[in-house]
């Protein structure tokens, strides 16, 4: 398996090791002794495909691609150190648990396992084979082959065999928690799951509160999709302009009542609104998309094509390509230089179709709500209510998310 050639340079290969460990801690990632000794002894080059660099193997910031699909989509990645470091301490990982690890590779289970030690029990289930059968020989490999079981399953069902758990890792894109994966938790057990919502992963860990799950922290982050009965592939809708170009919309959650009627959206507009929100050059905005995907009716994200004029205007290469859809129509937003008090950018919308400025200015007033309301998202905004629990009403706003099992639901503080 899976050597790096400089891999058979083991003082190099500390060396590096040691430098990623040394990064971890001083950005703050490290939780704890056990988690920073599991990250300076469990050998991660073992566990990522040959001839990879040893300084790309620890580099601290960096996922490391393990298999590619088609098209050259990523199925399988050994996670970037920081964001295992961080789930590790999301999920309270300490001596002496026994955890489930939802997507395998073998070099978080091995981490796992050194933290929750000889008293503790790690499982590690994938749908794939290929992923467990690499996991496995990594595994032997560092030493940590008899601490872990590998379960070559659809992680949809948990892995009843060695429930319950005092943790479930997911490592994996969720669009939905399984009920499974509840079930098999104990009582006091949290689960650390990256879920989607609408469009949007935070890496959430929820603890039971009563008949629902409430996030104690999010973080910000990405992986790759799940496969199998708990896949959910995001819906494209394409438009074409009047030059050719192909604009494209993407909806996660939201359902359009009749997309046929944007078809000839591109020939209207655009027409600009503008909010006089502002942020400054740099400045923190980061829950702006999460408001937007909780409370815009027709949410979505967009796809400027090549030779489209919005893309020629770089409307979409922004980090926040949003839109929403109303009706025959649809808003973008975007940002424009702002010498109003308080920010050096401001942010806005243009409208597309024969609703344009409709489209627009809907768009418009919810950034201005999030600019009253929506801020700051505190440590346990997140909740996850399992079907057939009841939401109680409140006076703060609360984005929803329909699941399939239940629904995930984001509280923003009231306004005082
Ligand atoms: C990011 S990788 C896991 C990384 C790994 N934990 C590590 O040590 O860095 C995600 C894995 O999830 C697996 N996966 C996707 N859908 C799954 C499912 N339904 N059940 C179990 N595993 C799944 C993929 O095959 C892939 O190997």
Not at 198 to 223: D, I, K, M, Y
């Amino acid at each position: 398996m899976t050597q790096a050639p400089d891999a058979t340079n083991p003082d190099l290969a500390d060396e590096r090791r040691a430098a990623m460990v040394d990064r971890l801690v001083a950005d703050g990632w490290i939780s704890g002794p056990e988690v920073e000794a599991a990250f300076r002894t469990v050998p991660r080059h073992l566990f990522v495909p040959e001839g990879t660099p040893l300084e790309k193997a620890y580099d601290a910031d960096q996922s490391v691609v393990a298999k590619a699909g088609p098209h050259g989509v990523s199925m399988s990645t050994v996670s970037a150190p920081w964001l295992q470091a961080h789930m590790i301490a999301q999920a309270g990982i300490a001596p002496g648990m026994k955890v489930l690890e939802v997507g395998s590779g073998g070099y978080n289970a091995s981490l796992l396992a050194h933290v929750v030690g000889d008293q503790g029990q790690v499982v590690t289930v994938d749908i794939d084979p290929e992923v467990t059968a690499r996991a496995t020989a990594g595994l032997g490999a560092a030493g940590y082959g008899d601490r872990v079981i590998v379960v070559t399953a659809d992680a949809e069902h948990g892995v009843p065999a060695y429930a319950d758990y005092d943790a479930i890792v997911v490592t994996v894109g969720a669009w939905d928690l399984a009920p499974a994966w509840l079930e098999q938790l104990t009582d006091g057990g949290v689960i650390v799951v990256p879920l989607r919502m609408n469009t949007f992963t935070r890496s959430l860990a929820l603890r039971r509160s009563g008949e629902h799950w409430v996030s104690t922290s999010a973080q910000l982050c990405g992986f790759v999709p799940m496969q199998g009965l708990g896949a959910r592939k995001e819906r494209r809708l394409q438009m074409r302009d009047p030059a050719g170009g192909v604009v494209t919309l993407l909806f996660d959650e939201t359902e359009i009542d009749n997309p046929h009627s944007l078809a000839g959206a591109l020939e209207h507009g655009p027409v600009h609104a503008w909010s006089g929100v502002t942020i400054p050059d740099q400045g923190e905005f980061g829950d702006l998309h999460l408001w937007l995907a909780g409370f815009l009716p027709g949410f979505c994200r967009v796809e400027a094509g090549p030779g489209t004029p919005m893309a020629a205007e770089g409307v979409c290469r922004t980090w926040f390509p949003f839109g929403a859809v109303l009706d025959d129509s649809f808003g973008v937003m975007e940002l424009r230089e702002s010498d109003l008090p308080g920010g050096d950018r401001e942010f806005g919308a243009r409208g597309y179709g024969p609703h344009a400025t409709e489209a627009a200015e809907a768009l418009v007033a919810q950034i201005k709500a999030w600019d009253v309301h929506g801020r700051q998202i505190p440590d346990d905004a997140f909740a996850y209510w399992p079907a057939g629990t009841t939401i109680p009403a409140s006076d703060a706003p609360v984005g929803q998310f329909h699941k399939i099992h239940g629904t995930a639901t984001i509280t923003w503080p009231p306004v005082s």
